[in-house]
């Protein structure tokens, strides 16, 4: 393999990251992935490790029960296409990043592609938010609103700097210097975003890369420590009278101080379409179980692609006008469960918690541990997300890319080790 050959696939691998993230069109995006897919198919010829397959395969599963689901539902044909590209982008996404990682073949090249285009993507966060925002008047919705409201890319990019600091076979970047400025464009960035995903999200992937994520001794201890500071948290929030049109810092409070309840809460003023906006994943999920109520038979196998959700008034949820039956659900457990069931759902979670399982394989490989770990914090990323911007169904992220990367990388690493005994 000649050096311009070696280089065209980091480079690819930026570009896919930057494909999904930046071309919003979940129709467009889904069909230049999967044009690159079916590339890499023929040139790979469609090599799946046996094991990675197999998980592969639960995912298709849940796409077969939703297809099946929608038979007896009669949707539109609209409303069935957009649904299964929701519920195939995923797979389509694992499928790129397990080939392009096969075709880089080398973790630490990974790493350095995420790292530095993590920065890149933090500089230029930076700077839009100095050019672009009016700080005299801002608020948190609209500091997010002009500058986006997250990227995952820069959470991954804190956690190898992280993992490199722990395992020197990894530390991409050697230069201190270099290191720490990569870490203050990294914060501030992240700091700018005033995001609870990613604030939890972070911690989950440090914790993870650190290997701390397990439920061992030495896992819970953290475990309990980061409960505790919850707890802390959580009980001077609901003590100090926050206001939601204070400043920027005071809105980013109440927003943690209403996260619990908007998920979670069982009280809901349906009378009151303001007060719903605080809890509105709650009431997402409430009118969802109303329409599953209908029959037992929808607990089974779900309304399949292509049903939507009746939220009972029209609500200003697009740009385009007010919404009142819409096709995604924040809660990913209540998306998978409306359109597949407690079938696809159980599936779902077998996915999400055989990935997390990835950790506790036994070995003194330094690439299998390393790898392990992060398919167990990207699992434990997904399964916390899963909770309040769809999860793995989540059409703007790029963390089923990056299974894909991880799920290749580790698995690999098992073959050459075998191959050693």
């Known amino acids: 393999m000649t050096l311009a050959t070696k280089k065209i696939w980091p480079f690819l691998l930026v570009v896919f990251l930057i494909t999904q993230k930046e071309i919003i069109s979940v129709e467009i995006n889904t069909i230049i992935l999967l044009i690159f897919t079916g590339f890499f198919l023929v040139i790979n010829q469609g090599r799946i490790i046996k094991r990675d397959f197999e998980i592969l395969s639960i995912l298709v599963l849940i796409i077969g029960i939703g297809v099946l689901s929608a038979i007896f539902n009669n949707p539109s044909a609209f409303n069935f296409i957009r649904d299964l590209l929701y519920f195939t982008k995923p797979v389509i996404l694992i499928l790129l990043g397990y080939f392009i990682a096969r075709k880089i073949n080398n973790g630490k090249i990974v790493f350095k592609v995420l790292i530095y285009l993590g920065v890149g993507y933090a500089v230029y966060h930076i700077l839009h938010t100095f050019i672009f925002t009016d700080f005299k008047n801002a608020t948190v919705s609209t500091i997010r609103g002009i500058n986006g409201l997250g990227n995952s890319i820069e959470m991954y990019s804190i956690a ?13 970047i050697s230069n201190k210097k270099t290191k720490h400025l990569f870490l203050l464009f990294l914060t501030m960035s992240f700091i700018f975003y005033f995001s609870r995903t990613m604030f939890v999200g972070l911690i989950f992937l440090i914790l993870g890369v650190l290997n701390y994520l397990k439920l061992n ?68 999920a409430y009118c969802a179980f109303e329409s599953l109520n209908e029959s037992p038979v929808n607990y089974i196998n779900g309304k399949g692609f292509g049903a939507l959700v009746d939220l009972k008034f029209p609500a200003p949820l697009s740009d385009e006008g007010n919404l009142r039956y819409i096709p995604i659900l924040h809660n990913g457990y209540v998306f998978v469960l409306y359109k597949t069931g407690i079938m696809g759902l159980l599936l779902y979670l077998v996915f999400l918690f055989y990935l997390y399982y990835q950790a506790y394989q036994k070995t003194e490989n330094i690439e299998i541990k390393i790898f392990g770990n992060l398919l167990s914090a990207t699992s434990a990323y997904i399964i916390f997300s899963s909770l309040i911007i769809t999860g793995l169904y989540n059409k703007e992220e790029e963390i089923a890319l990056l299974l894909g990367v991880f799920l290749f990388l580790k698995s690999n690493a098992n073959l050459k080790e075998k191959r050693k005994l």
Request: no cysteine; net charge positive; charged share 20%.
């Open 217 to 284: 001794k030495k896992g819970l201890k953290y475990l309990l420590l980061l409960l505790t500071m919850f707890i802390g948290l959580y009980a001077y929030l609901y003590s100090t009278e926050i206001n939601r049109q204070g400043g920027a810092l005071e809105s980013f409070l109440y927003k943690l101080k209403m996260a619990p309840g908007e998920i979670f809460t069982p009280k809901l003023d349906l009378d009151n379409k303001a007060a719903l906006w605080d809890h509105w994943r709650a009431y997402e």
């Open 160 to 172: 190898l700097i992280i993992l490199g600091n722990k395992y020197p076979e990894f530390n991409v």
